[in-house]
């Protein structure tokens, strides 16, 4: 292990970009962030400026490194991770996108998901690409481009076209146009990846309608993927790591062994679960690639609640009820219960394991003595709630009890939030000293591709534990809780029908 060298992770996000600078003992040299508009054109649409999340990256990468007093030299190599599944359409040609990204939160395709289970090809998919059919992958969010914005057929026509996620319109672009890659991790949360054989599968192009020339090379998670124009600071530096925000955060937490899983709490809830070599194939969850490494894969089966820090955002931003994150916890933690009230964040639709395009958001129990901290404490609640799903259906169909959740993510700093996770789950909740481990992930990755660090055993020793919470709720009530809850979820389902 080399000291003094640094990788510079690019953390793309939903809301936000970021860059960090680790250093050779996992620890953060300096941060940078910055924010980008969300934009929502009709309802259930979500898009965002491609554009301007590359200059977020671009602004944040430079103030990093800046902010640390370092120079271009001192850094080993660049990694990136990001938002999955979102999706960016642009002219091989010129770089210019065609259209806005199209978010993973996006339920404009649910249509084109009903046509192909109307085909009968959910078995097919689940088989050949771990997932179900649901608008929130990439597949028919690229079919939608093709079918609606006119330039991009054009360029299809012409061989000039690139579809693909943030991961490959990042580096596309840093590379000033020399790499067209996506990583396997993010090929595998497209719905086109043949997850056993590791390559674009056909009949899903031709369902969808998707030339193969559109679609990025698919590579491995750490090694050669570019090489970053000087033009970014000064000097050329490899691209070394990427993958995608969930499955570096799976990396970060050092979930290297079978049966380890972690929970991220950021826009919505990931559970992910190290289930090794083989791919377990699961009714409620999706199964995909966690990582790809020197010719070795590991996969894992994944939970996902699409909205879980996007409902604080929300009481923030759209109801006014609270200035910051932490004034929800305070208030929260005012009242004993949530005095009846129940909240479901279905904005966009629910995910694992119900798989519902059109629910929607509820909040129900409200008596006329319901105050904002009754309110607060719900959406809190709803947050370990949906993960409890997840956990439960995970230790179900993998056949195993967890005998701790890693977490990690924005939310996870909630004292409030991870006690209840414990208790509602019944499970130790051990959050880390880094949060950042999405981020930390992805530059494990670039690190073990260049030699900053020399084995995964190397990086176990780099996990520090910051707080481990215990269970400290009497199984009636808990039982309680969840009776209501899963109430609650039923009343949500098939709102938007």
């Known amino acids: 292990m080399t000291l003094g060298k640094y990788i510079l992770a690019i953390d793309q996000g939903t809301t936000s970009t970021r860059a960090i600078l680790f250093d050779a003992l996992g620890g953060i040299a300096a941060v940078e962030q910055q924010e980008f508009p969300q934009i929502y ?3 259930g649409y979500v898009e965002h400026d491609a554009v301007k999340i590359l200059q977020t990256a671009i602004y944040a990468a430079r103030a990093a490194v800046a902010k640390a007093g370092i ?26 996108p065609v259209c806005n990204a199209i978010v993973w939160q996006c339920r404009r395709t649910a249509p084109d998901c009903e046509r192909l289970t109307a085909l009968g090809l ?11 059919i649901d608008p929130y992958f990439s597949g028919t969010k690229m079919k939608w481009v093709l079918d609606n914005v006119p330039a991009a057929r054009d360029l299809a026509d012409k061989g000039r076209l690139c579809l693909g996620t943030i991961d490959s319109w990042l580096v596309f672009s840093l590379t000033e146009g020399r790499s067209f890659v996506t990583d396997i991790s993010n090929a595998s949360r497209t719905m086109l990846m043949d997850i056993n054989k590791h390559c674009w599968d056909e009949t899903m192009l031709r369902e969808l309608g998707i030339p193969e020339s559109a679609l990025p090379k698919i590579v491995e998670c750490g090694g050669d993927i570019g090489m970053c124009s000087k033009t970014l600071l000064g000097r050329e530096i ?4 990427m993958a995608g925000d969930q499955h570096a955060a799976l990396f970060g937490q050092c979930c290297f062994d079978k049966g380890m899983a972690k929970n991220t709490y950021g826009t919505g809830c990931f559970v992910l679960m190290n289930t090794g070599d083989e791919p377990v194939r699961s009714k409620g969850l999706l199964t995909t690639v966690a990582w790809k490494l020197n010719g070795k894969t590991v996969y894992a089966l994944e939970g996902s609640a699409f909205n879980a820090g996007s409902a604080i955002q929300w009481l923030r931003d759209e109801l006014k009820m609270i ?26 639709g629910l995910g694992a394991p119900y798989w519902d395009m059109y629910a929607r958001g509820a909040l129900l129990g409200i008596t006329r003595g319901t105050q904002r901290a009754h309110v607060c404490r719900a959406v809190l609640e709803s947050i370990a709630l949906e993960s409890y799903d997840l956990i439960h259906t995970m230790e179900q169909e993998a056949g195993v009890d967890l005998p701790e959740l890693r977490v990690d993510g924005g939310a996870s700093r909630s004292r409030f939030l991870m006690q209840y996770q414990a208790d509602i789950s019944n499970r130790h909740v051990k959050r880390p000293a880094c949060l950042e481990t999405t981020a930390l992930g992805s ?11 020399e084995s995964q055993d190397a990086l176990r020793a780099l996990w520090r534990e910051d707080q481990t919470f ?14 209501r809850w899963h109430k609650a979820v039923e009343r949500s389902r098939g709102w938007a029908e």
């Open 41 to 43: 054109p009709k309802p």
């Open 470 to 483: 215990i269970p400290d709720c009497p199984q009636e009530l808990r039982e309680q809780n969840l009776a």
């Open 71 to 96: 120079t271009a030299g001192d850094v080993a190599a660049i990694s990136i991770t990001n938002q999955r599944e979102t999706t960016v359409a642009w002219d091989r040609h010129t770089g210019i």
């Open 443 to 453: 530059a494990m990755l670039a690190g073990l591709s260049v030699g900053l660090w």
């Open 238 to 241: 490899p691209i070394a790591g």
């Open 122 to 132: 959910g078995e097919y998919i689940k088989d050949k690409t771990g997932l179900l």
């Open 323 to 348: 200035e910051s994150p932490q004034e929800a916890d305070r208030l929260a933690e005012t009242v004993e219960d949530t005095g009846g009230v129940s909240f479901v964040p279905a904005f966009t």
